[in-house]
């Protein structure tokens, strides 16, 4: 079954102690991406990957790093949370070759920072 | 990408059809428009997207005004499963395989009643 998958599914976490959110994808899909969405802000992109170590920032990268190392795992670093980055983040994936079928996204992950 | 507008909130009763309308008047020549919808705190799902051509899938339907500046998403048969936050979005696709990202705003709000 074509999934992706997040994990964790919920994490509460302190300042300042780094976290990474794990995306992995089946598909063998070559772009991915995060996303965090916060009420009345909607869904922000916060990095993408079109390929094996390509990277690039979204709208709201500050305080985050990624890294694909592999086509199938893209995942989010937190290397010092604050509680502004309390959200809930998704990871999405699309093949290049049909991109105009839209993305395929996680289940997300509830992040609360305190 | 082309700014969409969305009503904030439908209500629609269950077996009707819900037509949930956008606007999009800045849209350009090769920009597409998506619908996506995303069930309570669920990663969004695509549900179908289109150019010019009316477009139909097992979702909905999506029809697109002759200039382009608007579209309506239709759900022919609304169930309670259908409730849920549908989201409009304006996309470029070449057709050398590069895209923008998918940006979203805050959507429509769709109740499907008993």
């Known amino acids: 079954e074509a999934q992706v998958t997040q994990n964790p599914r919920y994490l509460i976490t302190v300042t300042g102690k780094k976290l990474t959110v794990t995306c992995s994808q089946n598909?063998?899909?070559?772009?991915m991406s995060w996303y965090r969405q916060d009420p009345g802000l909607g869904l922000r992109q916060i990095y993408y990957s079109m390929n094996v170590e390509v990277t690039d920032k979204g709208d709201v990268p500050e305080g985050y790093k990624v890294s694909r190392k592999e086509k199938r795992n893209f995942p989010l670093i937190l290397e010092s949370p604050s509680p502004n980055q309390t959200s809930l983040y998704f990871c999405?994936?699309?093949?290049?070759?049909?991109?105009?079928?839209?993305?395929?996204f996680g289940s997300g992950t509830r992040l609360t920072v305190v | 990408d082309a700014k969409t507008t969305q009503p904030p909130s439908m209500d629609c009763a269950e077996g009707r059809a819900a037509n949930l309308p956008c606007n999009h008047s800045?849209?350009?020549?090769?920009?597409?428009v998506y619908w996506y919808r995303q069930i309570h705190s669920q990663g969004p799902q695509y549900i179908i997207h289109?150019?010019?051509n009316n477009e139909t899938n097992e979702m909905a339907s999506l029809i697109i005004t002759e200039d382009r500046k608007s579209s309506t998403l239709i759900l022919p048969h609304a169930t309670l499963r259908d409730t849920a936050v549908y989201y409009c979005i304006v996309r470029y696709l070449t057709n050398t395989g590069t895209a923008s990202k998918l940006t979203f705003g805050t959507g429509t709000r769709l109740q499907v009643t008993l």
């Open positions: 999405a994936t699309c093949s290049l070759d049909r991109l105009n079928y839209g993305y395929t």
């Open positions: 598909m063998n899909h070559e772009y």
């Open positions: 800045t849209i350009s020549g090769n920009e597409y």
């Open positions: 289109g150019l010019k």
